[in-house]
C-alpha cells in the first residue's frame, strides 16, 4: 500500500502525470463507481480477474487519500484507520465480550452500534440508501427500510395489467419485479446486470465506438 502511495504521489507531483494532477474528489465520483461496478462483474469471472479489478478499487482510495493528504483534511492513514476501529467497535461478540446466537443477531448489534454512534439521532431513509446504487438496488434497500413484504409472481402481472403507459406505470411494474426477486431470494440490480451482460457477449464484434 506505502508503494501504490508513493506512485500516486509522484504522479500527482509537479513534474508528475498532467491528468492525474487536474484530478478532484468530485471528478473521480464516476471511477470509483466505474471500478467497484468492474470489481463485482469480476466476481463471476474467476479469482485473476477479481484481483485485477480489486486492485483498481483501491487505486481510487489511494488516489482520494493523496489528494486529501495535498489538502491537509486526511490521509490513507486517517482511512485505515478509521475502518479498523470500526470493524473492532462493531464486532464485540469477536473483539469484546458480547455473546450471539447467530448472524440474525448480529447484524441487530450491529444496527444498534451504529446508532449509538449517531448519538441515537435517527437518520432518514433516504440518507441510509446511496444515491449513487443502481435503481432497483435502491428499490430493494427502500423496501426493507420500510418493511414492505415480499412479492410473488402473480403480483408482478397485476401490476402490469392496471399500471399506467407511462413512466409511473413502468416504475410501479420494476418496484413489484424487486419485490418478487426478494421473495426468491435473489438480488434484483445482480440478476439484471448477469442477464445483461450475457446479451452482449453474445452480441457480434463490431468495429463501431
Known amino acids: 500500500m506505502q508503494e501504490l502511495l508513493t506512485t500516486l504521489r509522484r504522479l500527482r507531483a509537479p513534474d508528475g502525470c498532467p491528468w492525474d494532477r487536474e484530478q478532484t474528489h468530485e471528478s473521480l465520483r464516476p ?3 466505474e471500478e467497484a461496478a468492474e470489481a463485482v462483474d ?9 484481483a485485477a479489478e480489486l486492485g483498481d478499487v483501491l487505486l481510487q482510495v489511494a488516489f482520494h487519500s493523496v489528494i486529501a493528504e495535498e489538502a491537509g483534511t486526511f490521509d490513507y492513514a486517517d482511512v485505515e484507520r478509521g475502518i479498523v476501529d470500526k470493524l473492532v467497535r462493531r464486532h464485540p461478540h469477536v473483539f469484546g465480550n458480547v455473546q450471539v446466537a447467530d448472524a440474525e443477531e448480529v447484524v441487530t448489534n450491529w444496527q444498534a452500534i451504529k446508532a449509538a454512534e449517531r448519538g441515537g439521532q435517527p437518520r432518514r431513509a433516504a440518507d441510509r440508501v446511496p444515491a449513487a446504487l443502481g435503481a432497483l438496488a435502491r428499490e430493494t434497500q427502500a423496501q426493507k427500510l420500510a418493511g414492505d413484504a415480499r412479492g410473488e409472481r402473480g403480483e408482478v402481472r397485476g401490476t402490469l395489467d392496471r399500471a399506467p403507459d407511462s413512466a409511473e406505470g413502468v416504475a410501479e411494474v420494476l418496484a413489484a419485479t424487486v419485490a418478487w426477486a426478494r421473495s426468491l431470494g435473489v438480488d434484483a440490480e445482480v440478476a439484471l446486470r448477469e442477464h445483461t451482460q450475457a446479451r452482449l457477449l453474445a452480441l457480434p464484434d463490431s468495429e463501431e465506438g
Open 42 to 50: 469480476a466476481v463471476s469471472e474467476g479469482p485473476d480477474a477479481l
Open 31 to 33: 471511477y470509483l463507481l
